[in-house]
C-alpha cells in the first residue's frame, strides 16, 4: 500500500526544511491521506481527472442559486424542473438531478476544480451560465448575492465579467428556444393558450387569466355545476396551469 499523501509531504518537506520539514510534511501528508482515503496513486489520479457530471454540477448550481437569499421558493423549484424539460431528462436524469439541486441546497459546493475543466468548452459553459442566470432571475432581477456567485463561476470557467453579464443580458432579452423533445410541448401549450409565438407577454397573461377565470372549479362550484363538472375544470385548470409555465419559461418573462 502507498500513501502519496505522506510520501508527498515528506519529500517536499525535506526540501524546504531538511529532516524537521521531512517530518512535519510526513505529518500532514498522512492527514491528508486519511481525510482523502487516498492509498495509491491512482486514487489522486482518479480524484484529479474523474470525469465531471455536468447534470450534476448544473442542478447543484441551480440549487446554490435557489438558496442564496436564504429561502427556496415555489418558483425556484418550477424553475428547477422546467430546466430537466429542456434538458430531455428521463426519469433516471431527473431523479439525479433532484438529488444535486438538494445537495447544492443544503451542501458548501466546491466548484472551483470541476468549473475550471470547461475552459475549453465555451458552448457548454454558455449553456450553464444562461441556466444559471435563468435560476435567478426566478420571480425577480437577480440578487446582489446571485450575481456574485454567477461572476464568480463565470470566471473559474475563464469568462470575463463583461461576458458573463453580456450573457445575462442576452438571456433577459430574449426567449430561451425550446430544446428539440420540448418543441412539441410548447406548441401544444401555446394551442392550449390560444397565442402564438409572436403573441406579446402581456397578451399572453391575459389569455392565461381569461383561461383561468373561465374554468376556474370554485368559481363554477359557485355556480351550482356537478362533480363532473367540477372535475373537469380542475383537470382544464391544471393544463391550462402547466401551458402557461412552459411559455413563460421559453418566452422568459414573469
Not at 510526513?26 to 482523502?36: E, I, P, S
Not at 440578487?143 to 465579467?161: D, N, P, Q, T, V
Not at 410541448?185 to 387569466?209: F, H, I, N, Q
Amino acid at each position: 500500500m502507498i500513501w502519496p499523501g505522506t510520501i508527498a509531504g515528506t519529500l517536499l518537506g525535506y526540501a524546504a526544511a531538511d529532516i524537521p520539514g521531512a517530518l512535519l510534511g510526513a505529518l500532514l501528508g498522512q492527514v491528508l491521506d486519511r481525510r482523502l482515503k487516498l492509498q495509491s496513486l491512482a486514487d489522486i489520479r482518479a480524484r484529479l481527472w474523474q470525469p465531471v457530471d455536468r447534470d450534476v454540477l448544473l442542478f447543484s448550481m441551480l440549487g446554490r442559486l435557489a438558496k442564496r437569499d436564504g429561502v427556496v421558493r415555489d418558483a425556484h423549484i418550477r424553475q428547477a424542473r422546467a430546466e430537466m424539460n429542456l434538458l430531455g431528462f428521463d426519469s433516471v436524469k431527473q431523479r439525479k438531478a433532484i438529488d444535486a439541486f438538494s445537495r447544492g441546497k443544503t451542501e458548501e459546493l466546491k466548484l472551483h476544480v470541476p468549473l475550471g475543466r470547461l475552459k475549453r468548452d465555451r458552448e457548454g459553459a454558455a449553456k450553464m451560465l444562461a441556466a444559471c442566470w435563468r435560476m435567478a432571475n426566478t420571480e425577480r432581477r437577480a440578487s446582489a448575492g446571485s450575481r456574485e456567485l454567477i461572476f464568480l463561476w463565470g470566471k473559474w470557467m475563464g469568462w470575463s465579467a463583461a461576458e458573463v453579464e453580456s450573457l445575462g443580458m442576452a438571456r433577459r432579452a430574449k426567449p430561451t428556444p425550446p430544446a428539440l423533445g420540448e418543441q412539441a410541448r410548447y406548441a401544444e401549450a401555446m394551442r392550449v393558450l390560444g397565442v402564438s409565438r409572436d403573441t406579446p407577454p402581456e397578451a399572453v397573461k391575459k389569455a392565461y387569466r381569461r383561461l383561468l377565470s373561465v374554468n376556474h372549479p370554485d368559481k363554477l362550484a359557485g355556480q351550482g355545476a356537478g362533480a363532473d363538472k367540477i372535475r373537469e375544470a380542475t383537470e382544464k385548470t391544471r393544463v391550462v396551469q402547466q401551458a402557461y409555465q412552459l411559455v413563460r419559461q421559453v418566452r422568459n418573462f414573469r
